[in-house]
């Protein structure tokens, strides 16, 4: 266990059904859908939390946990100290089919658990996002901040912006704004093409973030929200430090894929090695799954799925357990693809294999009439 990290608590936010996703999350949560590198989306932020080792981690679960919490007990537990992670489910914690009604309402509820330890810093990461990162220095740079709060944010373009919050800081990185998901967003003053946002990961000083959340439960129009509630209100306070991570990590990439497009883009871009982020070490490589492979023309066979020879696809995601035959075409023609498939607007088509199933009594019954 690293000094900087032995008085951390790690709680992991992964409740997200990814609705955006459509069909791959139809039977499990966004983290578990499978992604580049082996594994799931989850790996990403696990291999940072293994390499930081906090004193413990506690993972929050809620929507269709199932996949999710069989491949974290398989493949990462024996990755932390004996008695280390805890998966909290949220209907099983607040005894609500509906489990926790927000980011922070996770955290509240599990509050006795989390400062058992009694932690002088919680660290809160997201499950959902694609990158690599020393926490550690993160948590080192919250500590010389002086101040309770520290969120870690990067650069996007001004057009994607509005899907995150948006952050502006003073000369210190102190943050002076932060407007969730705007319409307009605010650009960085030294890049006008880019903004500032909230990656979701946060330090803060343990005793703070109690105040905090005890505070926000008991106010009744709270949506019970890290990004609603607590940051803004944080923020007003002038109690909220900004980690640049791309200033203190060389080639530091971080990808939010929430969106076919950006699942099928980011998946491309590990798997190809265009951009510069290592895959995550499993604790024990023979036991990742089947890596996701690439096919010409921009097509992602997620594991489990196959493509016949002679198939033609482009700019499509194949689902796992799908198994596309030799004489389909998809990605040329969108009123085509938008019959028998999902496709975004910028063009990218899920395949599944229940869309499959449908295609072929489609076509079935064409060739009937033709007979």
């Known amino acids: 266990m690293s000094e900087i990290a032995h008085n951390i608590v790690a709680v992991m936010l992964a409740g997200g059904q990814g609705s955006r996703l459509f069909e791959l999350t139809e039977d499990m949560c966004k983290p578990a859908v499978p ?39 398989t493949i990462w537990r024996d990755a932390f100290a004996p008695g280390t992670m805890h998966i909290r489910d949220g209907g099983v914690v607040t005894g609500q089919p509906e489990g926790y009604v927000g980011t922070a309402d996770a955290v509240t ?31 080192a740079a919250h500590r010389a901040s002086g101040l309770p709060v520290t969120v870690a944010v990067d650069r996007v373009p001004l057009e994607q912006a ?3 919050g948006v952050i502006s800081v003073d000369g210190r990185g ?17 890049d006008p093409s880019r903004a500032l ?10 005793a703070w973030l ?13 949506s019970h929200d890290f990004g609603h509630d607590i940051l803004p209100d944080a923020v007003l306070h002038g109690a909220v430090q900004a980690y640049d991570v791309a200033e203190h990590e060389a080639n530091f990439f971080w990808r939010d894929v929430g969106t076919l497009d950006a699942l099928r883009e980011t998946c491309i871009a590990i798997a190809t090695g265009s951009v510069r982020c ?14 996701t492979r690439v096919l010409p023309g921009g097509t992602v066979v997620l594991p489990g799925a196959d493509v016949a020879r002679g198939a033609l696809l482009q700019n499509t995601i194949v689902a796992p357990g799908a198994y596309v035959p030799r004489d389909l075409v998809a990605g040329f023609n969108r009123y085509h693809d938008e019959q028998h498939f999902r496709v975004t607007p910028s063009g990218t088509v899920l395949i ?8 072929a009594e489609y076509e079935s019954r064409i060739n009937l009439l033709r007979a």
Request: glycine residues 4%.
């Open 278 to 291: 290592a895959c995550p070490a499993y604790p024990d490589m023979a036991a990742r799954g089947r890596f």
């Open 197 to 206: 946002v909230s990656m979701g990961i946060y330090v803060f000083d343990a």
């Open 174 to 190: 102190r943050v002076r704004e932060f407007d969730e998901k705007p319409q307009d967003p605010k650009p960085m003053a030294r």
């Open 162 to 164: 509005r899907a995150f």
């Open 35 to 73: 992604f580049a590198g082996g594994g799931r989306i989850v790996d990403w932020t696990m291999a940072n939390l293994a390499h930081c080792a906090p004193a413990r981690l506690l993972v929050a679960t809620q929507y269709r946990p199932a996949a999710l919490i069989d491949h974290l007990n």
């Open 352 to 359: 599944t294999p229940g869309m499959l199933a449908r295609h």
């Open 109 to 139: 509820r599990n509050l006795s658990e989390i400062m058992a330890p009694k932690p002088d810093h919680v660290l809160v990461v997201a499950a959902d996002h694609v990158y690599r990162m020393d926490y550690s220095a993160m948590i």
């Open 210 to 222: 109690r105040t905090a959340l005890v505070a926000d439960h008991e106010v009744p129009l709270s």
